[in-house]
């Protein structure tokens, strides 16, 4: 490879891996770790891809919830999904809606327990949270995972419903 | 299309961190390997971008192997310092006007500055040409089916030589240059204006340059360009040395182009003050230094090595989107 011996070579190899290794500590330093179950975390509703399937608008949405969502992620790898991580007034998650595909839709770590079908590994479902589900077109499914009373969860999800547009 | 330029910046200083740390590694590495580090680091941020842009596409995304995540990243110094964006843009705006001020109109108008004087056939200097190509082939520094670039005079006073075209290169050397210079000094000319076709000429210059171009925003791709450019310049020196056997003839030519170059006097005046005539008596300096006080080195690195290289900076630049 060179008239210098690949000793040099693996010090470049070594150098780049180095390189990496603080850009990687860097990124997880600053942004935090990265979304479990190869989901892709975004800072904007406008980065999610188009093509992951229907998407919702919520018609009706409670004074107590904040929008922008909280978090935002997606994936691809394993069955589309997009989920949108709401949070209470108070700052914590209090909801999470998103549609995903195939019979064994992937979500986020954090309620992946809550969904029927669920990997055997994954988290339990947390206490008092509850999930509602309904087929949608093309092998997707619409989830309103939430901890909210059930009745308002309930009128959320009617508003999904109504609000649903195909992408 | 923010998220993307930033990223493309990002690249294109991760590309020039690695070769600084490269050629460290390295050294000693010679003018030609210099070059071939610095495409790179031209070419692969602009492949690091379409990948970026393309892999979401093709159902690729690199999940958990994403180095550094230039857009939440981005998004997280906007709300922590709302003033990033703007500035962020007006470091790239800046930059896009560096780019037309100083390389894009400098080469339209350099251009035009000899595309005006007549080409004269020069029996001699095409007698000089052949014998210096012939050398050129025996060191194996042309391809076999490389066409050797013509030779012509220009009928200009102001002293000139360069390879000219893209198809069809022609070295032209002015009268003006011709009258200055004594035989080996125009023997290095000439050989300095070849080894250029032998490092692939303007074809393989106006391809660095669209790189560039398509950059125009990031100021690592305007250093990296304006180093290879430099390199380029003390590539062609070491090769024309190495083909002539006469580096001094070639150092003493540099100076003398120099100082017959119209306002070079006024230039030396200058110097300290003009960013432009710093750069350029700098590297003067250097190539004059190059040629005089070491052992010209014509090294050129295969295409397993160039191969290497690349696929280790892609894989880096790769991991950052």
Redesign the interface.
């Known amino acids: 490879?060179?008239?210098?011996g690949p000793i040099?070579?693996l010090?470049?190899?070594a150098?780049?891996a180095a390189?990496?290794g603080g850009?990687?500590l860097?990124?997880r330093g600053?942004?935090g770790p990265?979304a479990h179950g190869?989901f892709?975390?975004?800072?904007?509703l406008d980065?999610l891809?188009t093509d992951l399937g229907p998407r919702m608008s919520p018609t009706y949405f409670p004074a107590s919830l904040r929008w922008p969502p909280a978090q935002i992620r997606w994936?691809?790898?394993g069955g589309r999904a997009w989920w949108l991580g709401i949070s209470a007034a108070q700052g914590e998650l209090a909801l999470w809606m998103g549609a995903a595909e195939g019979p064994r839709p992937g979500a986020p770590h954090e309620i992946a327990g809550c969904l029927p079908a669920a990997d055997p590994d994954a988290e339990p479902c947390p206490t008092g949270w509850h999930t509602h589900t309904r087929p949608l077109v093309q092998g997707f499914t619409m989830f309103v995972v939430t901890r909210l009373p059930p009745e308002e969860a309930e009128m959320i999800f009617e508003g999904l419903e109504r609000g649903e547009r195909p992408r | 299309m923010f998220v993307l330029l930033v990223a493309n910046v990002v690249h294109g200083l991760?590309a020039l961190?690695?070769i600084a740390?490269?050629q460290r590694?390295?050294a000693p590495r010679s003018a030609i390997w210099a070059t071939h580090t610095l495409a790179l680091g031209l070419a692969v941020p602009v492949l690091a971008g379409l990948w970026g842009l393309l892999s979401?596409a093709l159902?690729a995304?690199m999940?958990?192997l994403?180095?550094?995540?230039v857009?939440?990243?981005l998004?997280?110094a906007r709300v922590a310092a709302p003033p990033v964006a703007p500035l962020a843009w007006t470091l790239l705006g800046g930059t896009v006007i560096l780019f037309v001020a100083q390389e894009l109109l400098r080469a339209v108008l350099g251009v035009r500055r000899w595309q005006r004087a007549e080409r004269v056939p020069d029996p001699a200097l095409a007698a000089l040409a052949e014998r210096l190509v012939a050398e050129f082939r025996r060191q194996g520094l042309y391809g076999r089916r490389q066409r050797a670039p013509g030779v012509a005079a220009l009928d200009l006073d102001r002293p000139v030589a360069l390879l000219a075209g893209l198809h069809a290169p022609t070295v032209l050397i002015s009268r003006g240059l011709v009258a200055r210079l004594d035989a080996d000094q125009l023997e290095g000319v000439l050989a300095h204006e070849l080894a250029h076709a032998a490092l692939g000429g303007n074809r393989r210059l106006l391809m660095l340059w669209l790189l560039r171009a398509l950059q125009a925003h990031s100021p690592a791709a305007l250093v990296l360009f304006r180093s290879l450019t430099a390199r380029l310049e003390l590539a062609c020196d070491a090769l024309a040395a190495r083909v002539t056997g006469k580096p001094a003839a070639l150092a003493s030519a540099l100076m003398a182009v120099h100082r017959a170059q119209p306002g070079a006097a006024a230039d030396a005046a200058n110097a300290a003050r003009t960013t432009a005539a710093r750069a350029d008596r700098k590297l003067l300096e250097t190539r004059v230094r190059a040629l005089l006080d070491a052992r010209p080195d014509a090294?050129t690195?295969?295409p397993?090595?160039v191969l290497?290289?690349a696929v280790?900076?892609a894989?880096?630049l790769g991991?950052?989107r």
């Open positions: 490879m060179s008239e210098q040099r070579w010090g470049v190899v150098f780049t390189l990496a850009l990687l860097l990124d600053l942004g990265r190869g892709i975390e975004v800072p904007l980065d891809p994936r691809r790898a | 991760l961190v690695w740390g490269v590694l390295l979401p159902g995304e999940g958990e994403t180095l550094l995540r857009g939440p990243a998004e997280a090294a690195p295969g397993a090595a290497f290289g280790l900076l894989l880096l991991g950052v």
